[in-house]
């Protein structure tokens, strides 16, 4: 079956930091991958996605590229603010779940000090 | 922006009991979901519902599960008898129709169950 597998955490930077969280993943056919992001006390938030290999996704200042042959999907950002201090996810959503059922990584804390 | 909102954030039940936790989805949403994380544990898919019924769920989703829409705006998850290893943060989320093509899932804030 599919499965996601991130870097183990917590990860702890200092702010302007480069950060990378990795994401690999199993799943037959080409699925659809997605970041999310949980800030303390709120509920879990797209950050990014991308839909087909080589696709790169990009917000907030974050990039992930959808990458076939290695079958990863590795979050960056090239300076880290206090702000981005959350838990990350990677997910997948696999080919042919019409239903849209999304398979999680088991999360990255990220803790970005002063 | 319109968000998924989940009640209550935090419920305390003693084993055996049945709990009911409740999600608002987005009102123009038609897939609604029910996952949850064991603490320190992977976010898990429990079920997904569309039109009213089940259309797929997962190996945790026993008979001790149910889903319910009961009106235009509620869609719940019932625990019948609740066991210790039920305690675990329970997400909803909702989904749009296929007119939008989207693959976005839209996710509360999560209600922690604590079963005692």
């Known amino acids: 079956g599919n499965s996601v597998t991130q870097m183990e955490g917590p990860v702890t930077l200092s702010e302007e930091a480069f950060l990378t969280i990795n994401c690999t993943y199993t799943?037959?056919?080409?699925?659809?991958l997605f970041w999310y992001v949980q800030y303390p006390g709120e509920g879990l938030q797209l950050l990014l996605k991308?839909?087909?290999?080589?696709d790169k996704g990009s917000n907030k200042g974050f990039e992930a590229t959808y990458r076939k042959e290695t079958t990863s999907f590795h979050l960056e950002k090239g300076s880290v603010q206090v702000s981005d201090s959350a838990v990350y996810f990677c997910?997948?959503?696999?080919?042919?779940?019409?239903?849209?059922?999304?398979?999680f990584g088991q999360g990255t804390i990220l803790t970005v000090h002063p | 922006e319109p968000e998924v909102t989940q009640t209550p954030s935090h419920q305390v039940t003693q084993m055996g009991q049945e709990v009911i936790l409740r999600c608002v989805p987005i009102?123009?949403?038609?897939?609604f979901y029910w996952y949850r994380q064991i603490l320190g544990q992977k976010v898990e898919f429990l079920v997904s519902?569309?039109?009213?019924?089940?259309?797929?769920k997962s190996e945790i989703f026993d008979d001790q599960f149910s889903v319910e829409r009961p009106d235009g705006s509620n869609f719940t998850l019932k625990i019948r008898s609740t066991k210790l290893e039920d305690s675990a943060m329970y997400f909803c989320?909702?989904?749009?129709?296929?007119?939008?093509?989207?693959?976005?899932?839209?996710f509360g804030p999560g209600t922690r169950l604590t079963v005692l």
């Open positions: 519902f569309y039109n009213n019924e089940i259309s797929e």
């Open positions: 989320a909702s989904r749009p129709t296929p007119v939008t093509s989207t693959d976005t899932q839209y």
């Open positions: 997910a997948l959503r696999g080919r042919g779940t019409s239903y849209g059922k999304l398979t």
């Open positions: 991308a839909t087909k290999a080589d």
């Open positions: 009102s123009n949403h038609l897939y």
């Open positions: 799943a037959t056919g080409y699925p659809s």
